[in-house]
């Protein structure tokens, strides 16, 4: 007889609010820049050139059911081939400098850098070592910084609006072709 009272019960986590509304107001936001500028959805190829998995965690988060940021018209790809961003992650290591060169190659026109993390924008720990190039600007042309060390999903997500809104300034002709540092 307790077990079915436990079912019926009340529950103790119904009343649990855990929506984010912030994130997903600036996810909506992202989908009707995604939308105008590509007609489809956004694919990023994550590149770790050499990292301490901190800010792959949290780009990993933004898959989760939590943020599902799918729903806002973001892929993540298995190949820089179907990639339209490369998000490149930690400190470029000399021995990952090639292969960073390559995925840049085998991207699609028009490819656009974003460097997640502080070791990708040239400010981590690893910066200066023998065995470090420097950030993600020392190989490749970076269009995008979004600092921290690990930045949070909501601030890897406002960077990505930063990156939608910077293209199209960028083809409507009234900006020059500059890397953008996002504030967080």
């Known amino acids: ?20 509304a912030d994130f997903d107001k600036l996810g909506i936001k992202l989908k009707k820049e995604i939308d105008a500028i590509f007609g ?16 792959e965690i949290e780009m990993v988060n933004l898959t989760t059911p939590h943020y599902d940021i799918e729903r806002f018209g ?29 995925t840049y ?7 656009f850098v974003v460097a997640v993390g502080d070791d990708a924008c040239g400010k981590g720990i690893f910066n200066g070592s023998y065995a ?4 993600a600007d020392k190989v490749l042309p ?19 609006l930063a990156l939608m809104q910077k293209i199209r300034k960028n ?5 020059r072709h500059s890397p953008h540092i996002v504030a967080v």
């Open 1 to 20: 007889m307790d077990a079915f009272k436990n079912l019926f019960r009340k529950k103790f986590t119904e009343d649990l609010d855990i929506k984010d």
């Open 40 to 55: 489809r959805s956004l694919a990023i190829r994550e590149l770790d050139s050499g990292s301490d998995n901190s800010t």
């Open 74 to 102: 973001v892929t993540f790809v298995a190949s820089p081939r179907h990639a339209d961003v490369i998000a490149i992650t930690g400190a470029v290591t000399r021995n990952m400098e090639l292969a960073v060169r390559k």
């Open 105 to 111: 190659e085998a991207t699609p026109g028009p490819k």
């Open 132 to 135: 470090v190039l420097g950030g």
């Open 142 to 160: 970076v269009d995008l910084y979004i600092p921290g060390n690990p930045p949070t999903p909501k601030e890897i997500l406002k960077g990505l």
């Open 171 to 175: 083809r409507s002709g009234s900006e």
